[in-house]
Structure formats: structure tokens, C-alpha cells
């Protein structure tokens, strides 16, 4: 079974260093998101993609982070200064697209982040 | 954003049916309803979704209310592998937004 791939699966960092995250996400996935969970929370959404292109990145920190998904197919999120809060487990998900139905979400293992 | 609100945790026996419960009175009509769970330091999971009718399939049942204000995730034997935390999410123009989810504790 396709499944949504990421790394690393941890990463620990000291503040003010930078950092970043990979996903592939499952073949022929339109849609891409990066998700932050904060422990004891609900993922929150940072960014949504439809393929190449950015359809939501309201939420993201964009002083600190950024996304790109240069080819429509696999995707980085880079944190450039690290802070003690950014401390989570980002997530990243695919969908088959976007539109007038709804999909289902297949998310990957995630990147727990320490900031030290 | 969409809202939905789920008790914090539940406790079931294994092997009973399992009922958990979501209200999301400001439903749209164009909003489905999804279910999402995950195991400890895991990503979510898909369940199920649906938009108006109740839906099956192998993992789980969707009852949805007839006006559509809440709904029910039905497990119908309960497992141990089934404890984990269980979201209920309107999916709004293909964007979920995740609460804090109800904890699923399962007893043998």
C-alpha cells in the first residue's frame, strides 16, 4: 500500500539553527499539507498545496517558515530561526485534490522537532 | 473555521460497540463530516466520512443526524488496537480542522 513518506523522523536542533523537513507524498496526490502538532493537541494546518502552487498558508509563521513543492510532487518545510516553540511533530498529508467532493487525508509518520 | 466538539476521552470494553459522539451545530451544507484517528506517535488515520447519509465500511459506522447538527462514530467491536484519540472534523473546501479529539480508552 503508497504511502506518504518523510524525514527525518527526528531531529533535534538548537535555537536559532535552522531546519528542514521532507515529504514525498503518495503518487498522483494533487494535494499536499504540512500539519503542526503541539503534544496533547490537534494537528493544526501550516500550509496547503495544490500541486505546485500554495492554496492556503494563512497559519504559517511566514517571519520564520517557509514551504515549497518546486515540482508538484514532493515538498520541504524549512524553519530558519528555530525557536524553543516551534517544539512539535510536523506532519505531512496528500489527497487526490482538491474540489467540489471531499477526500480522504493520508498523512505520513511525521518529524518530531525538539528545539534545545 | 469549522467547529466540531467531542468529549475529552471514553472507555469502552473490549469487544462491545463503541459510540462516540461529535456535535457541529454550525454545519454548512456543503460540509462533510470526517473521522480521523491516531495512535500514539503516529499521523492521523482516515475512518470514514460522509455528507449526509450514514456510511459503512470495514473499519467503522458514520451515523449522521437528519438535520446534520451531529453525528455518531460507531466501532462495532471494540479492540485494544482500537485506543486511540478519534477526531471528528468538518472538512471545509478540502481543509480539516482538527480539535483535541476524544481519547478512546479500550478495557479488557
Known amino acids: 500500500e503508497a504511502e506518504v513518506a518523510q524525514s527525518p523522523r527526528y531531529k533535534i536542533t538548537e535555537k536559532s539553527q535552522a531546519v528542514a523537513f521532507w515529504c514525498d507524498p503518495i503518487?498522483?496526490?494533487?494535494?499536499l499539507y504540512w500539519y503542526r502538532q503541539i503534544l496533547g493537541q490537534g494537528p493544526e494546518l501550516l500550509v496547503q498545496?495544490?500541486?505546485?502552487?500554495?492554496?492556503?498558508d494563512s497559519q504559517l509563521p511566514k517571519d520564520r517558515f517557509s514551504a515549497e513543492r518546486l515540482k508538484g510532487v514532493d515538498s520541504t518545510l524549512k524553519i530558519q530561526p528555530a525557536e524553543l516553540g516551534d517544539s512539535a511533530m510536523y506532519l505531512c498529508?496528500?489527497?487526490?485534490?482538491?474540489?467540489?467532493?471531499?477526500?480522504?487525508?493520508?498523512f505520513g509518520p511525521g518529524t518530531r522537532l525538539t528545539v534545545t | 473555521d469549522a467547529k466540531t466538539t467531542q468529549p475529552n476521552s471514553m472507555e469502552s470494553n473490549e469487544e462491545e460497540p463503541v459510540h462516540l459522539p461529535c456535535n457541529h451545530s454550525t454545519i454548512s451544507g456543503t460540509d462533510y463530516i470526517h473521522w480521523y484517528r491516531q495512535l500514539p506517535s503516529q499521523g492521523p488515520e482516515y475512518v470514514i466520512h460522509g455528507l449526509t447519509s450514514n456510511v459503512n465500511n470495514r473499519m467503522a459506522s458514520l451515523a449522521i443526524a437528519e438535520d446534520r447538527k451531529s453525528s455518531t462514530l460507531i466501532l462495532h467491536r471494540a479492540t485494544l488496537r482500537d485506543a486511540a484519540v478519534y477526531y471528528c472534523?468538518?472538512?471545509?473546501?478540502?481543509?480539516?480542522?482538527f480539535g483535541t479529539g476524544t481519547s478512546l480508552t479500550v478495557i479488557p
Open positions: 503518487s498522483g496526490h494533487a494535494t
Open positions: 472534523i468538518l472538512n471545509d473546501r478540502n481543509q480539516f480542522y
Open positions: 498529508a496528500s489527497s487526490i485534490t482538491t474540489g467540489a467532493t471531499s477526500y480522504e487525508q493520508y
Open positions: 498545496f495544490q500541486d505546485e502552487s500554495v492554496v492556503d
